[in-house]
């Protein structure tokens, strides 16, 4: 069974930094690309990050250069780290599988929150 | 970048209505289209890739339909657990999601 498990989500203050992580179980992790993917209070679904399976990264305008993807395929793992958070950064943290090669999402972890206050 | 508009950002239908959730690509994305369904405090859930086929497991009443930059959901025949928000998503040049759809009972 495909499993996603977030975790890592807090409460940070404006300018802090923090780093997100997503388990995965039940299918060839390096095989697949990964995201993040975020919802804020009351909002709509935002897509943050994209990471390959060879490595190559790409990231939503509103987090480049703040925001880095990796993924470690020995364990299994897909994280965010994220620096100078703002409080617009306040949301519901999601990882997010495509099928291989690539395509939609079709397996999500059940989020992770993350609040950005003083 | 891509954009995705969906429309109307809320639909309030009855049980039984037949019911369709419009999304306009700021540029042609061929069939690299799907839809999504999320109920509160649930991660979405994919019901359609590719435009038109439809995910293992999800009612034969959710059908898609469009290529290029226009594209329609359709939910046939409106059930109690079909009321949720609905977000189409591009997977042709880095990832979007539209705004979302809320459908609600009317």
């Known amino acids: 069974e495909v499993q996603l498990v977030e975790s890592g989500g807090g409460l940070i203050q404006p300018g802090g930094s923090l780093r997100l992580s997503c388990a995965a179980s039940g299918f060839t992790f390096s095989s697949h690309i990964m995201n993040w993917v975020r919802q804020a209070p009351g909002k709509g679904l935002e897509w943050v990050s994209i990471i390959y399976s060879g490595g190559s990264t790409y990231y939503a305008d509103s987090v480049k250069g703040r925001f880095t993807i990796s993924r470690d395929n020995a364990k299994d793992s897909l994280y965010l780290q994220m620096n100078s958070l703002r409080d617009e950064d306040t949301a519901v943290y999601y990882c997010?599988?495509?099928?291989?090669?690539?395509?939609?999402?079709?397996?999500w972890g059940q989020g992770t929150l993350v609040t950005v206050s003083s | 970048d891509i954009q995705m508009t969906q429309s109307p950002s809320t639909l309030s239908a009855s049980v039984g209505d037949r019911v369709a959730i419009t999304c306009r690509a700021s540029q042609s994305i061929s069939s690299w289209l799907a839809w999504y369904q999320q109920k509160p405090g649930k991660a979405p859930k994919l019901l359609i890739y590719e435009a038109s086929s439809l995910q293992i497991g999800v009612p034969s009443r959710f059908s898609g339909s469009g290529s290029g930059t226009e594209f329609i959901l359709s939910i046939s025949s409106l059930q109690p657990d079909d009321f949720a928000t609905y977000y189409c998503?591009?997977?042709?040049?880095?990832?979007?999601f539209g705004q979302g759809t809320k459908v609600e009972i009317k």
């Open positions: 998503q591009q997977y042709k040049n880095y990832r979007t």
């Open positions: 997010a599988r495509e099928p291989s090669p690539y395509g939609p999402f079709d397996y």
